[in-house]
């Protein structure tokens, strides 16, 4: 079992990293003027930002994927690192909201929960990665096509993540996986070490998402 936990641990950390490297391809692509002037105008000054991520988690229920999305936007240059920092304080505070929601929920419809359930990232997903495919395989617009690669590197992104939340669950459980970290409190040794996982595989975006998964 602990074998397998760390084959699922490194092949959704490979899954993350080529959902990361197809959107953030695709994005480079498709940024142009009216994109940026777009998300200018909705993430313009820290108050609007705050706003933008806290919606968007409170829909998407995660501030994981929020963040994720952010460093996106940042690696292909669409997104301002002031802007950024706006969305993902937001991001924190919906967080807080979707608790509320998700309580609310316990007292809703069927059709309701289905709904909250759709939105989860580890089901929107698949959808991501279903209409991605469908756009990149059957449209003959270019704009379309990149949209396309969009939503299949984001829905990949999110398994890879969702992949490595599962593999470090069990992990987690273990005496030496506990050992291991409990020693890295000390702040400086934590930060040697995120300095040395990034430089080994080469994106910080990555060892985010792995501290996300613990």
Same mark, same amino acid.
């Given at each position: 079992?602990?074998?397998?936990?760390?084959?699922?641990?490194?092949?959704?950390?490979?899954?993350?990293?080529?959902?990361?490297?197809?959107?953030?391809?695709?994005?480079?692509?498709?940024?142009?003027?009216?994109?940026?002037?777009?998300?200018?105008?909705?993430?313009?000054?820290?108050?609007?930002? *705050?706003?933008? +991520?806290?919606? /968007?988690?409170? %829909?998407?229920? #995660?501030?994981?994927?929020?963040? $994720?999305?952010?460093?996106?936007?940042?690696?292909?240059?669409?997104?301002?690192?002031?802007?950024?920092?706006?969305?993902?304080?937001?991001?924190?505070?919906?967080?807080?909201?979707?608790?509320?929601?998700?309580?609310?929920?316990?007292?809703?419809?069927?059709?309701?929960?289905?709904?909250?359930?759709?939105?989860?990232?580890?089901?929107?997903?698949?959808?991501?990665?279903?209409?991605?495919?469908?756009?990149?395989?059957?449209?003959?617009?270019?704009?379309?096509?990149?949209?396309?690669? *969009?939503?299949? +590197?984001?829905? /990949?992104?999110? %398994?890879?993540? #969702?992949?490595?939340?599962?593999? $470090?669950?069990?992990?987690?459980?273990?005496?030496?996986?506990?050992?291991?970290?409990?020693?890295?409190?000390?702040?400086?040794?934590?930060?040697?070490?995120?300095?040395?996982?990034?430089?080994?595989?080469?994106?910080?975006?990555?060892?985010?998402?792995?501290?996300?998964?613990?």
């Amino acid at each position: 079992m602990n074998a397998i936990s760390l084959v699922k641990l490194f092949g959704g950390l490979g899954l993350f990293l080529y959902g990361m490297l197809t959107m953030g391809n695709a994005l480079e692509k498709m940024a142009g003027e009216k994109l940026e002037r777009t998300l200018e105008v909705m993430t313009g000054n820290i108050f609007k930002s *705050i706003t933008v +991520g806290t919606l /968007v988690t409170a %829909i998407i229920q #995660s501030s994981s994927a929020t963040t $994720v999305m952010v460093v996106g936007f940042v690696n292909a240059g669409i997104l301002s690192l002031k802007q950024a920092v706006g969305v993902i304080l937001g991001a924190n505070i919906g967080t807080t909201i979707t608790g509320q929601l998700l309580r609310l929920d316990s007292g809703a419809s069927a059709s309701g929960s289905l709904a909250m359930q759709l939105l989860k990232p580890s089901v929107l997903c698949y959808i991501a990665v279903a209409i991605g495919a469908g756009f990149i395989m059957f449209s003959k617009k270019r704009r379309r096509k990149d949209l396309g690669e *969009i939503l299949l +590197g984001l829905g /990949v992104l999110f %398994i890879g993540m #969702s992949t490595m939340e599962g593999s $470090v669950s069990m992990l987690r459980e273990l005496p030496w996986f506990q050992n291991l970290f409990s020693a890295m409190t000390n702040p400086v040794l934590g930060i040697l070490v995120g300095a040395l996982v990034t430089a080994i595989i080469q994106s910080s975006s990555a060892s985010v998402g792995i501290l996300q998964a613990l």
